[in-house]
């Protein structure tokens, strides 16, 4: 049953846990590497994932699924956890997370970029106004406000940061045509991932953590980045009877994702910074305004 104030509450919660995890990355990242943050953090997140399935009575599923769904979820697994978790905490690495968290929000615009080549699909002048809005911000953001120098004081790092936008967004544009349940398909999609994750850990690092706080905050990130908010976002959206205002929370999260980066971080934050998220949640809303009206 519709219940739109439920909806919103649970919108709500998700955005919250969301605003969190840019800090809990940076914060993790300077006890781990990126390589011991993906695996405990996608073990984590597994095990919220099978432990969900059980509580709804739906764990049987993953029996139910055959040979083909199960190569499926391999190749899904190394996309989604595994190389765009990596790409994504490299650049939380090198990047500050004031710079970071905003740049990979600029995966919504991608994904329309790659719906053309992948879908076939056409752009509009609002789709190309809002890119054109957003690579703005980007510029802004990667060049600390020094436009006419365009110096970037990481290259590597803004370029893993816009590289796993085209990771997610390749990934989704998939997923959006895969049949098997969401939660059970994420669930399969991490276990095939798991073994690859070690793999990785052990051939560039250690896979056991140097102490039990990075250990807290890799369960911390697959807990609330990984799995649970998943799970309560689709809760928010099936309970919705007007999505697109639950939908509109999101752009909430970066600006509160900035307070946490500034008072549990410590970083100062930047004129630049808002400035270009500023940009970012500007031509957002410009494409998705764009869509409600073609709708």
Not at 48 to 65: C, D, F, N, P
Not at 206 to 229: I, Q
Request: aromatic share 12%; net charge positive.
């Amino acid at each position: 049953m519709k219940d739109q104030r439920k909806a919103l509450a649970y919108g709500l919660v998700t955005v919250l846990l969301w605003s969190t995890v840019a800090s809990a990355f940076k914060l993790s990242l300077r006890r781990l590497d990126p390589a011991q943050l993906l695996l405990w953090s996608s073990l984590v997140s597994t095990l919220v994932m099978l432990a969900a399935l059980t509580l709804q009575g739906r764990l049987e599923l993953l029996r139910s699924y055959g040979r083909r769904e199960w190569l499926r979820a391999l190749g899904f697994g190394l996309l989604n956890p595994f190389v765009y978790y990596l790409v994504l905490f490299a650049a939380y690495d090198l990047l500050p997370a004031q710079e970071a968290q905003p740049l990979n929000y600029t995966w919504a615009i991608t994904l329309t970029l790659l719906s053309v080549p992948i879908l076939g699909q056409r752009l509009s002048w609002r789709d190309l106004t809002a890119t054109l809005v957003c690579w703005g911000g980007v510029l802004v953001i990667s060049t600390r406000g020094d436009l006419s120098g365009l110096h970037f004081a990481s290259p590597l790092g803004v370029g893993l940061a816009l590289g796993s936008t085209v990771i997610w967004a390749v990934y989704w544009l998939f997923a959006a045509r895969d049949g098997r349940d969401p939660t059970a398909a994420l669930a399969m999609n991490f276990l095939c991932s798991l073994p690859f994750s070690l793999a990785w850990a052990c051939l560039v690092s250690s896979p056991l953590p140097g102490d039990w706080l990075g250990l807290a905050g890799a369960a911390y990130v697959g807990v609330f980045e990984m799995g649970l908010t998943f799970i309560t976002w689709l809760t928010a959206l099936r309970l919705a009877s007007n999505t697109s205002q639950v939908g509109n929370l999101i752009f909430i999260s970066p600006f509160v994702s900035l307070l946490f980066i500034r008072f549990v971080v410590g970083e100062a934050i930047l004129p630049s910074t808002l400035a270009g998220l500023g940009c970012i949640v500007a031509g957002l809303i410009l494409q998705q305004t764009g869509r409600r009206a073609a709708a």
